[in-house]
């Protein structure tokens, strides 16, 4: 065998083993979704299929942001709180024995949840009919839900929805929310909400609000989608924008595809810089998935494709987990 072709069969077997390299470092790498739904499908509130992040059964390192999500059903603060009470019996029945979870009330926890390899539970509230009495801002706290969205697909006291055929935003008694949200150091959603709810929040909130599963609207055309104007001043705040994997909100079709999801955050680091953007995903939400993006196991998939687009390990890196976390540590606090 001539030098030539040692050589090349020298630098192949390199590349190869790069490729692997990457590969598996892709597959260890944290994952955090800043939205999923999974309470509901594990107790019964939201029927499917099958569960596209079964977190009972986890060996990886995760920080899952998992909704207790109030459906149109539940009305008013007093059945709505019950109704949280509820969720949280049968979610703690669940991972009753499970040594692999954490619920995370603060940061301390996070250098040990990756450092073993375990699973950190984010417990948020989808829809903020618990808090029109927002005496029950405490009480929520003191459950472990550190995040909230004012509103689902419905207006109500505090604010108006992204479907609102009214134009007003906040109300008196959602603005008095803010600021107790604010004081208790709990995220602030503004994923469903109208552009004028949104607004308000942002001129309200004394601290960096997120949106934790929704897209650029300038790529998608969709009400449940930002403005640039939005998700710039969320970012400039020090906020985060979580990518929301429902393909009409992705591409506004009925099914995406993985290329949409890498629009989406190719756009949102053009205009407010790759800080700025998490995963959101709203896996276990009955979303129509794009294709191949079945759950948590493809995630993968995006990895890949952010390498392949050359994307730097640090920028994928903060992509997965950092952005999130980082902006966990800024606004929780026990």
């Not at 995220?187 to 599963?213: C, E, F, G, Q």
Request: charged share 25%; hydrophobic share 35%; aromatic share 6%.
């Amino acid at each position: 065998m001539d030098s030539n072709r040692i050589i090349n069969r020298i630098l192949a077997i390199s590349f190869t083993f790069i490729l692997f390299v990457c590969e598996v470092r892709a597959g260890d790498l944290p994952i955090a979704l800043t939205h999923i739904d999974t309470i509901s499908v594990y107790c019964g509130k939201i029927k499917a299929d099958q569960i596209q992040v079964d977190f009972l059964s986890s060996n990886s390192t995760l920080f899952l942001s998992t909704a207790l999500w109030i459906p149109g059903s539940i009305n008013g603060p007093e059945d709505s709180m019950k109704y949280v009470r509820e969720l949280l019996v049968c979610f703690n029945e669940k991972i009753n024995g499970k040594n692999n979870i954490v619920i995370l009330k603060d940061s301390k926890d996070i250098d040990a949840i990756i450092k073993e390899n375990k699973v950190g539970i984010i417990l948020t509230i989808e829809g903020g009919e618990p808090i029109e009495d927002p005496n029950n801002i405490r009480k929520i706290k003191n459950l472990g839900i550190r995040g909230i969205s004012l509103t689902w697909n419905r207006d109500n006291s505090l604010a108006t929805a992204h479907n609102t055929k009214k134009t007003t935003g906040l109300t008196k008694n959602g603005i008095l929310a803010i600021e107790k949200l604010n004081e208790s150091g709990i995220m602030i959603d503004v994923s469903h909400a109208s552009d004028k709810t949104i607004d308000d929040i942002l001129k309200i909130s004394t601290a960096p609000i997120y949106a934790s599963h929704s897209n650029s609207r300038e790529v998608c055309k969709n009400s449940r989608n930002l403005t640039d104007e939005q998700i710039k001043k969320i970012a400039k705040n020090g906020g985060i924008i979580g990518i929301n994997f429902h393909s009409p909100h992705l591409s506004c079709s009925k099914k995406g595809t993985l290329n949409d999801i890498y629009l989406q955050i190719e756009h949102i680091r053009d205009i407010a810089g790759v800080e700025a953007i998490a995963i959101g995903s709203d896996f276990d939400g009955n979303i129509i998935s794009p294709k191949g993006m079945n759950g948590i196991k493809d995630i993968d998939l995006l990895t890949k494709k952010l390498r392949e687009e050359n994307w730097t390990e640090e920028e994928i890196e903060c992509i997965l987990y950092k952005n999130f976390l980082n902006y966990f540590k800024k606004v929780v606090r026990d």
